[in-house]
Antibody
Framework: QLVESGGDLVQPGGSLRLSCAVS????????MTWVRQAPGRGLEWVST????????YYADSVRGRVTISRDSSRNTLYLQMNSLRAEDTAVFYC????????????WGQGTMVTVSS | SSELTQDPAVSVALGQTVRITCQGD??????ASWYQQKPGQAPVLVIY???NRPSGIPDRFSGSSSGNTASLTITGAQAEDEADYYC????????????FGTGTKVTVL
């Protein structure tokens, strides 16, 4: 199970850290991903952290402003977001990525981030 | 980054068959996965590795692929299949990057 938290209303230029609490498996043993969905829009891949070595990858739209990480002791995935813009307003989902399936097999319920003055 | 294009909306009569397509250059090299999303809910994986269903997904859902096009077919559509459907694949501009399709709204009449 994945449970996101941390979404909030934040002013443009502000920062926010999203959390994804993992239960039922170990966060460091799987590739984990953040996906977002702006209101009334489609899904957009944001970032992935790999289990083996922890390589991190980002969409062009967020690279340089966002950092994905994990805490094995808390079994939690994070997304640190800085220099937030109005266009970052979205529901953010965390999801588990399975290489053998090349797919996201488990999703959280999402947390809403609103960037507005 | 690459793009995956889907028809915005399709409709299907109850019990009939509907096919949703996803087009993109990355599909010439990589399989698509498919996700169902109902209003206010998180996406759910319905097809992976071209034509494999996770446990619990009805066998009326199937996938296929040819050239730069991946397809999701619902054979005998049910009222509960009304939802948005998204394809996803690796991004052709980077093996570790991902891309989602533009989404298709399926209406069951």
């Amino acid at each position: 199970q994945l449970v996101e938290s941390g979404g909030d209303l934040v002013q443009p230029g502000g920062s926010l850290r999203l959390s994804c609490a993992v239960s039922g498996f170990t966060v460091s043993s799987f590739h984990m991903t953040w996906v977002r969905q702006a209101p009334g829009r489609g899904l957009e891949w944001v970032s992935t952290i790999y289990s083996d070595g922890g390589g991190t990858y980002y969409a062009d739209s967020v690279r340089g402003r966002v950092t994905i990480s994990r805490d094995s002791s808390r079994n939690t995935l994070y997304l640190q977001m800085n220099s937030l813009r109005a266009e970052d307003t979205a529901v953010f989902y965390c999801a588990r990525y399975l290489p053998v399936a090349d797919a996201f097999d488990i999703w959280g319920q999402g947390t809403m981030v609103t960037v507005s003055s | 980054s690459s793009e995956l294009t889907q028809d915005p909306a399709v409709s299907v009569a109850l019990g009939q068959t509907v096919r949703i397509t996803c087009q993109g250059d990355s599909l010439r090299s990589y399989y698509a996965s498919w996700y169902q999303q109902k209003p206010g809910q998180a996406p759910v994986l319905v097809i992976y590795s071209k034509n494999n269903r996770p446990s619990g997904i009805p066998d009326r859902f199937s996938g296929s692929s040819s050239g730069n096009t991946a397809s999701l077919t619902i054979t005998g559509a049910q009222a509960e299949d009304e939802a948005d459907y998204y394809c996803s694949s690796r991004d052709s501009s980077g093996y570790h990057l991902r891309v989602f399709g533009t989404g298709t709204k399926v209406t069951v009449l």
